[in-house]
């Protein structure tokens, strides 16, 4: 038998309030609707009222009935309003047990990209079903709709539920994966200060969200931008989460990295191994040619033209999204969306005997003499259970110390800027003359 829910609240601003009251009062006359459980008319806010749902059996048409007092549930959209019993499919038997994933800033480009490969399978494997949460806002609320006709139209057999919203208490509910992506770009002569106030703020709210409602050990990925210090405002935010939950993604980095370092080599990207990005997602950051290996051997013996490591390596990696911007007349959004699909990909798969990968992580307990109390980009190793070890065997230089410790001075000054929202008291903000802020968050 499947079911599902309909609302009987306020209506989306595709449709008009008549319409809508007309439809439910044939909805209640006729007692009957259609298989797709008026999917065309989703997705619907829901009350905490009394509640219509679609009870559907082989040999009798959906009907209409009244129910009581609901157990609250984000709102689902059209085919994906009907749920399935996969245990009493063959295909399905042996699949694993749905996962629920959010999406902030779900109409965007980035996720336009992102919500397919997951979907798909491509990122939590061909036996994970999943669920996704898409969270918008009100502006964006007809673009939702779209990116949910797009993915029903796309057939994807492990894709079981869609709910869309535009508040993170009713869309995280329960979720095990939480993609922050979502955020407000820096408009013209908006310091940096400035954006860290602005989306601070929205991190600070969906940090309260996800420990209200989300799942316990739910692991938390901050994409928006400043990414680190972001994700340092939201566990601030959820206490009830483990700090360890939370990463800001710092795996496109690593990616342009190693294709530098692979271009350089004249091998493909796929020899370079033990790449690491050490700080901040900004002009400081630190890709690392220390430690990293081309081929098993170190990065130093194999490339030596060591002026162009130090002088040069750095400045393509951290120029790449704008000359991308210059080309493409946009911001990185396919290739930001393959990080975010490797960096989870890296949780979930045991890590290659000897590799490490980059992850903007929390820096207590750190043995690198990294400032605590900071989300700061390191070497992490994975079991494949959705959990990391920073990684010990990691030498350095001079040369490499000195460029990570000017990353952190920066993130701690970005955490002195965001102080009243991470509970350590009043803000105070100089992040100094030179604008470190990287292409595309303009």
């Not at 709910?163 to 993609?179: C, H, K, N, R």
């Not at 993604?249 to 692979?262: G, I, P, S, V, Y």
Request: net charge neutral; glycine share 8%.
């Amino acid at each position: 038998m499947a079911m599902a829910e309909l609302s009987s609240s306020k209506t989306m601003s595709s449709l008009s309030s008549s319409y809508y009251s007309s439809q439910l009062r044939l909805l209640a006359k006729r007692r009957s609707i259609s298989n797709r459980c008026l999917g065309v008319l989703s997705p619907l806010h829901r009350t905490r009222n009394a509640a219509i749902s679609c009870s559907v059996s082989q040999n009798q048409a959906p009907v209409a009935v009244q129910e009581g007092e609901p157990k609250i549930k984000n709102d689902c959209y059209g085919v994906f309003c009907l749920t399935y019993d996969l245990k009493a499919e063959e295909e399905t038997r042996s699949w694993k047990k749905l996962i629920n994933i959010a999406v902030s800033g779900a109409a965007g480009m980035i996720s336009n990209h992102l919500l397919f490969k997951l979907a798909s399978g491509e990122v939590f494997g061909p036996d994970q079903p999943v669920a996704l949460k898409l969270l918008g806002s009100e502006r964006s609320l007809q673009a939702l709709e779209g990116v949910a006709m797009e993915l029903e139209d796309s057939l994807f057999p492990l894709l079981r539920e869609v709910s869309i919203g535009t508040d993170p208490y009713e869309v995280f509910q329960d979720v095990e994966w939480a993609l922050l992506i979502g955020a407000k770009p820096r408009g013209p002569g908006m310091e940096r200060a400035g954006l860290l106030d602005i989306n601070g703020k929205i991190y600070a709210e969906q940090g309260r969200a996800l420990n209200a409602v989300a799942s316990h050990n739910v692991k938390v990925m901050v994409v928006g931008n400043p990414c680190n210090t972001n994700a340092l405002i939201c566990l601030k935010n959820a206490p009830n989460i483990p700090a360890k939950n939370f990463h800001a993604l710092t795996r496109l980095d690593e990616n342009r990295a190693k294709c530098q370092l692979a271009l350089k080599a004249g091998v493909f990207y796929d020899k370079v191994s033990n790449m690491t990005i050490w700080g901040n997602h900004s002009t400081t950051q630190v890709p690392d040619f220390l430690n990293a290996r081309i081929n098993g051997s170190p990065v130093k013996e194999v490339i030596r033209d060591h002026k162009w490591l130090e002088e040069e390596f750095t400045n393509i990696v951290q120029k790449r999204g704008g000359a991308l911007i210059q080309k493409w007349g946009r911001s990185s959004a396919a290739s930001t969306a393959v990080s975010i699909a490797d960096a989870i990909k890296s949780l979930i798969t045991p890590t290659p005997e000897g590799d490490w990968f980059s992850s903007g992580v929390y820096t207590n307990g750190n043995p690198y003499g990294i400032a605590e109390d900071l989300v700061f980009s390191m070497p992490c190793r994975s079991k494949g259970d959705g959990d990391y070890e920073l990684v010990k065997d990691v030498i350095f230089d001079d040369y490499l110390r000195n460029r990570i410790a000017k990353s952190e001075e920066e993130l701690v000054a970005e955490k002195r800027c965001v102080a009243h929202l991470t509970g350590d008291g009043v803000a105070y903000c100089d992040l100094g003359p030179v604008d470190t802020m990287l292409p595309g968050e303009v």
